[in-house]
């Protein structure tokens, strides 16, 4: 097996952060990953799977292998009235998978327009965004367990989707390789206009389709969210916290202003960065790490910042935010 040593890693995290892996190897299909099982860099060391980059802080080198899905493949697999079965590889990037989707006008995935990363990525964390959320689309994906040396598929129910997190951002946390997923979607799109600024948007125009929801999403990501490849950041740093009820009823009596989104029975859940931006830090900067102007939840590297400088920022936020609401904010990014 071809394994890259001291590779760098820069191109393929987006917070540009100036990392190396011991080892990495690009994978492109499930022949390879059964090879590696057996192989002894695989069987000594520790091992990351990385697919886009755009969920992750490296803090240091990793002194391991990095596995990198490199399997690119879109397949329309069935299809009824109702319904079509579209399986997509690991490796394509996420919005080119919604772009193929749209241009198709199959309805589904076009609110979760330009979200970074891969396909394969894109279940382990429940993506979601303008009202809609991976699971709602998800039909079942195919995995390589790394530890039983099987493939498996996992269908809706076992990948336990909540928010932000299922299975594989859990127990299966780097055991299961997801080599390909997937989705159900419909062939007589209903839009998904719960999302209040992209129905004001999206009702201006005269029979919108689901190009004009990709189009409306990608203008408003653009005009609120920093492009990666320009203002290196991971998006939200953080996740929405989700709180009991009667705590939320205490905080509302001294910070009336609170946004609350839905959430499970007895649960609220908080806007991270309204919290974030009540503590005062929306544009603040510390030596090479700043909260975005635009969007507090969004933490930014100003040129060449170390994964811990990030660490170090992101923990003063949480401390200032438990300090004045008694909330903790739980990072949404993969700490490694
Ligand atoms: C500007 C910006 C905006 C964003 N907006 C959103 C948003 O609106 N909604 C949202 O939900 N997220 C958002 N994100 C976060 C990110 O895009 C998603 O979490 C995305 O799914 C990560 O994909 P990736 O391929 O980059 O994964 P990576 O960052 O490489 O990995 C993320 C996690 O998935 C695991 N993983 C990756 N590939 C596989 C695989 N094939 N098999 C098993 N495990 C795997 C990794 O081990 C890691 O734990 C945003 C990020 C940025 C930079």
Known sequence: M?????????????????????????ISNVDELMELTANEVFLNNKYFILGGGSNVLFCSD???????????????????????YIKSDAGVIWDDFVAFCVENGFGGVENLSLIPGTVGASPVQNIGAYGSELKDVFYEAGIFNLKTKKIGVYTHEMCRFGYRKSIFKNELKNIAVVLNVTFRLKTEPVLNLSYKELERRVKEIINPSVKDVRDTVIAIRTEKLPDPSITPNAGSFFKNP???????????????????????????????????????????????????????????????????EIVEFSKEIQDSVFKKFGVILEPEVNII
């Open 2 to 26: 071809k394994f890259s040593q001291n590779y760098p890693l820069k191109n393929l995290n987006t917070f540009a952060i100036n990392t190396k892996a011991k080892y990495y190897l690009p």
């Open 242 to 308: 989700v709180i009991e009820k009667n705590t939320f009823d205490e905080i509302l009596m001294i910070h009336p202003s609170l946004k609350t989104f839905p959430a499970d029975e007895g649960k609220v859940k908080l806007a991270a960065g309204q919290l974030i931006e009540l503590c005062g830090w929306k544009s603040k900067q510390d030596g090479k790490v700043a909260v975005h102007p635009n969007q507090a939840l969004v933490i930014i590297n100003k040129g060449n910042a170390s994964g811990n």
């Open 62 to 84: 990793f002194d391991g292998l990095v596995i990198h899905m490199d399997n690119k493949g879109i397949q329309i697999v069935d299809q009824n009235d109702s319904y079509v």
